[in-house]
């Protein structure tokens, strides 16, 4: 079946600017999460949904970043005011519920100039 | 202090060689220990879950093993497609939500 995939797969913007990242998750899976990795680095937690909610956001660096689900499927991730240092590839991931193995998708990598 | 810590850093094995990786942890408790392999510009591919201290699970020349403190990814007459970063992540109890905790990762290279 179709895994999690995730538009654009590379964004390159200027610092200051808006993006907008989107991650479709396997059909049926009710937890989606959003991670950020640096290069040399594992995969940092920003965001949990369970179903339109955002069960727990304490991942989430300061208030410009924002997520949403708001049909309990798709999520975006909103970047405002962008930073160099928000440079990374972020990845989103799902399952079937919380606590059960979560399957990433290829991940969007951001550059910032 | 790191909650996952993995090593070596990087691994460079002839074909065949057979070795292990290590993953130590820190938890509050265990709700599960994760595998994942990624290849470069990749996500993250899911390996194995481990629940409880002496599990073990296996997967062609993989096996992956759990104790109180750390984990092991042993790999058995490696091929250079096994060639990637095996990345180990922790679900803590503690933490809260079901988030994932990741280490730095082991970069393996085999040569033919």
């Known amino acids: 079946g179709a895994g999690v995939s995730q538009t654009p797969s590379n964004k390159v913007t200027e610092k200051g600017k808006y993006v907008e990242l989107r991650c479709d998750p396997i059909s049926g899976h009710t937890a989606l999460y959003w991670y950020r990795q640096s290069l040399g680095q594992g995969p940092e937690f920003l965001i949990y949904f369970q179903g339109t909610g955002a069960a727990d956001d304490s991942g989430l660096p300061n208030d410009r970043f924002f997520a949403v689900r708001p049909e309990g499927s798709v999520s975006t991730l909103k970047i405002q005011r962008t930073e160099r240092g928000d440079s990374a590839v972020y990845l989103c991931?799902?399952?079937?519920?919380?606590?059960?193995?979560?399957?990433f998708g290829p991940g969007t990598r951001l550059l910032v100039l | 202090e790191d909650q996952v810590t993995q090593s070596p850093e990087a691994l460079r094995l002839q074909e065949g060689e057979s070795s292990s990786l290590n993953c130590s942890y820190t938890?509050?408790?265990?709700?599960?220990l994760f595998w994942y392999r990624q290849d470069p510009g990749k996500g993250p591919e899911f390996l194995f879950t481990l629940y409880s201290a002496g599990e073990e699970k296996e997967k062609e020349r993989l096996k992956a093993t759990l104790t109180k403190k750390e984990s092991f990814l042993h790999i058995t007459a490696p091929k250079p497609e096994d060639s990637a970063t095996y990345l180990c992540?922790?679900?803590?109890?503690?933490?809260?939500?079901?988030?994932?905790?990741f280490g730095k990762g082991t970069k393996l290279s085999v040569i033919p």
């Open positions: 992540a922790v679900d803590d109890s503690g933490a809260g939500s079901y988030q994932l905790t």
């Open positions: 938890v509050s408790g265990l709700r599960g």
């Open positions: 991931a799902s399952s079937k519920q919380g606590l059960e193995t979560q399957y």
